[in-house]
Nanobody, 124 residues
Framework: QVQLVESGGDSVQAGGSLRLSCARS????????MGWVRQAPGKERETVAI????????SVADSVKGRFDISQDKAKNTVYLGMSGLEPEDAALYYC?????????????????WGQGTQVTVSP
């Protein structure tokens, strides 16, 4: 089993930056890929970034391209979501996710592992 714990959510003004962290524990080899999913009230869940842990291959959604990036520290079993140029539309509960096999960017995939979420608030 894999446990995911997020941190770093905060309240910022538009244009600001944040870095979210996701620490992985338990069966740290149990996930092939990890990512970040956000959920805002009244909006569809959106996967914003993914990383394949073995090869360091990353991908971000078009909606955040150029503003968000995903990275990992393999020694710390931690994945990061760097966010800059934050907009009020980015406000959401951000979940760290992981999967044994597959991390699609599109759709609302039911990942194997989920963290508890960390809140990002962006004021105009």
């Amino acid at each position: 089993q894999v446990q995911l714990v997020e941190s770093g959510g905060d309240s910022v003004q538009a244009g600001g930056s944040l870095r979210l962290s996701c620490a992985r524990s338990g069966d740290t080899t149990g996930a092939t890929c990890m990512g970040w999913v956000r959920q805002a009230p009244g909006k569809e869940r959106e996967t914003v970034a993914i990383v394949f842990l073995g090869g360091d291959i990353t991908s971000v959604a078009d909606s955040v391209k150029g503003r968000f990036d995903i990275s990992q520290d393999k020694a710390k079993n931690t994945v990061y979501l760097g966010m800059s140029g934050l907009e009020p539309e980015d406000a959401a509960l951000y979940y760290c996710v992981g999967d044994k096999n597959y991390c699609p960017l599109t759709g609302t995939y039911d990942f194997d592992y989920w963290g508890q979420g960390t809140q990002v608030t962006v004021s105009p």
